[in-house]
């Protein structure tokens, strides 16, 4: 059985994300508060999976777990593209006409905008996670409260559906990485399907110095997938790059990351990885 560390509680996109990543196979989840925690518990036992979400087609990056990957030392083994539908619920017994307030992740209430557009009169309360947010209002009985959450999630905790798909945008993909202990790496991963990468590295604060690190990427003919530059506190001026690569041919690849090396500062490699699946 794999135990797996997600940010969030049962029914939640992560544990969803988690279950279809690990298809047919047994799993414990961890339930964490925060994503410190998920790489907390990683840390504290070597035998646990971290499923973190990375990015969102609609939010964009989540620029903190960047950091956290790099700070952890973990490596990432996998990914998994989920299709996010959201779904307006409350109460069993309570219907559209008794609700004052709607809860859920910040996250979530920004992808559900023209939804709460439509109901001005709904009081919009920022929480910590979508299917915690449906799980308290079903275990406190918190009349005219409503959760934006997961099918799943108001399933699991018993609540009414009155609406599906309220994102505003149908085409809502979130990408979770999978990371383990280094020592886990080469277990976890499918050798024969590496073909992406994720890496970060510092620059010289000089002209031209990022154009020639794509150029060589180029030359090598890997495909960038994302950048994205993180300032690097108390170096004034000076920033981080997290580059996703794909690529054909796994040679060629070590071979570009061992010519650009010469030319960054503080070069790491993330993780190397087969592209994930997406549901849809």
Same mark, same amino acid.
């Given at each position: 059985m794999k135990r797996v560390a997600i940010q969030g509680t049962v029914g939640s996109y992560h544990d969803i994300a988690a279950h279809k990543y690990f298809e047919g196979e047994d799993i414990e989840l961890i339930c964490c508060a925060t994503f410190e925690d998920? +790489?907390? =518990? !990683?840390?504290? &036992?070597s035998q646990v999976i971290g499923m973190l979400a990375i990015e969102n087609t609609i939010?964009? =990056? $989540? $620029?903190q777990n960047n950091e $956290? /990957?790099?700070q952890s030392g973990t490596q990432i083994v996998g @990914?998994?593209? /989920?299709? !996010? =539908?959201?779904? +307006?619920?409350? /109460?069993?017994? @309570? &219907?559209?006409k008794d609700l004052t307030e709607v809860n859920s992740h910040p996250i979530a209430l920004m992808q559900c905008r023209e939804f709460l557009n439509q109901h001005p009169s709904l009081k919009v309360v920022e929480a910590e996670d979508t299917a915690l947010s449906a799980e308290i209002i079903k275990k406190e009985n918190l009349r005219g409260h409503a959760a934006i959450c997961s099918k799943a999630?108001? @399933?699991?905790?018993?609540?009414?559906? /009155?609406q599906e798909g309220i994102e505003t945008n149908k085409h809502n993909f979130t990408r979770f990485l999978v990371v383990a202990d280094p020592w886990r790496a080469d277990e976890l991963r499918p050798k024969s399907a590496v073909n992406k990468?994720? !890496?970060? +590295?510092? $620059?010289p604060h000089t002209e031209g110095s990022l154009s020639q690190v794509l150029s060589i990427l180029s030359f090598y003919k890997i495909n960038l997938t994302k950048i994205q530059s993180l300032p690097i506190i108390g170096r004034e001026w000076e920033y981080q790059f997290y580059v996703d690569v794909r690529f054909d041919d796994y040679l060629r690849y070590k071979q570009s990351i061992t010519a650009i090396s010469p030319l960054t500062k503080e070069l790491k490699i993330l993780g190397e990885y087969a592209e994930g699946k997406s549901n849809v």
């Amino acid at each position: 059985m794999k135990r797996v560390a997600i940010q969030g509680t049962v029914g939640s996109y992560h544990d969803i994300a988690a279950h279809k990543y690990f298809e047919g196979e047994d799993i414990e989840l961890i339930c964490c508060a925060t994503f410190e925690d998920v +790489f907390v =518990s !990683i840390k504290e &036992d070597s035998q646990v999976i971290g499923m973190l979400a990375i990015e969102n087609t609609i939010a964009g =990056s $989540l $620029l903190q777990n960047n950091e $956290l /990957l790099r700070q952890s030392g973990t490596q990432i083994v996998g @990914e998994y593209k /989920l299709r !996010i =539908s959201h779904s +307006f619920v409350c /109460l069993p017994d @309570e &219907d559209w006409k008794d609700l004052t307030e709607v809860n859920s992740h910040p996250i979530a209430l920004m992808q559900c905008r023209e939804f709460l557009n439509q109901h001005p009169s709904l009081k919009v309360v920022e929480a910590e996670d979508t299917a915690l947010s449906a799980e308290i209002i079903k275990k406190e009985n918190l009349r005219g409260h409503a959760a934006i959450c997961s099918k799943a999630a108001a @399933e699991r905790y018993g609540m009414k559906v /009155l609406q599906e798909g309220i994102e505003t945008n149908k085409h809502n993909f979130t990408r979770f990485l999978v990371v383990a202990d280094p020592w886990r790496a080469d277990e976890l991963r499918p050798k024969s399907a590496v073909n992406k990468a994720n !890496i970060v +590295f510092t $620059l010289p604060h000089t002209e031209g110095s990022l154009s020639q690190v794509l150029s060589i990427l180029s030359f090598y003919k890997i495909n960038l997938t994302k950048i994205q530059s993180l300032p690097i506190i108390g170096r004034e001026w000076e920033y981080q790059f997290y580059v996703d690569v794909r690529f054909d041919d796994y040679l060629r690849y070590k071979q570009s990351i061992t010519a650009i090396s010469p030319l960054t500062k503080e070069l790491k490699i993330l993780g190397e990885y087969a592209e994930g699946k997406s549901n849809v």
